[in-house]
């Protein structure tokens, strides 16, 4: 069994920051990506940034130089470091991530959410 676990959210005034992280644990053998993702009221989830195993990354056109995507493979731990929030950036973020178990057969799982509100 996976467990992700993520903490960090919160409630910031705009052009604040915040740092999210989200912790692996469980029958894992290894991690390929991992990621976040946001849910806004009435949207559809979408990708807020990803970094494979060997560290390359990818961002959200909506994201790109105000969030640092980050993990620590020896702690199974993503982070998301968000400056400069915006309103807009209101969401639930969830942690994705593409690993490995012991029995190795290969998922996607996700975290429970965390909520993120920036003020105007």
């Known amino acids: 069994q996976v467990q992700l676990v993520e903490s960090g959210g919160g409630l910031v005034q705009a052009g604040g920051s915040l740092r999210l992280s989200c912790a692996a644990s469980g029958s894992i053998f290894s991690i390929n990506a991992m990621g976040w993702y946001r849910q806004a009221p009435g949207k559809q989830r979408e990708l807020v940034a990803a970094i494979s195993s060997g560290g390359s990354t990818n961002y959200a056109d909506s994201v790109k130089g105000r969030f640092t995507i980050s993990r620590d493979n020896a702690k199974n731990t993503v982070y998301l470091q968000m400056n400069s929030l915006k309103p807009e950036d209101t969401a639930v973020y969830y942690c994705?991530?593409?690993?490995?178990?012991?029995?190795?057969?290969?998922?996607?799982?996700w975290g429970q959410g965390t909520q993120v509100t920036v003020s105007s």
């Open positions: 994705n991530a593409n690993l490995v178990v012991t029995t190795l057969s290969i998922g996607d799982y």
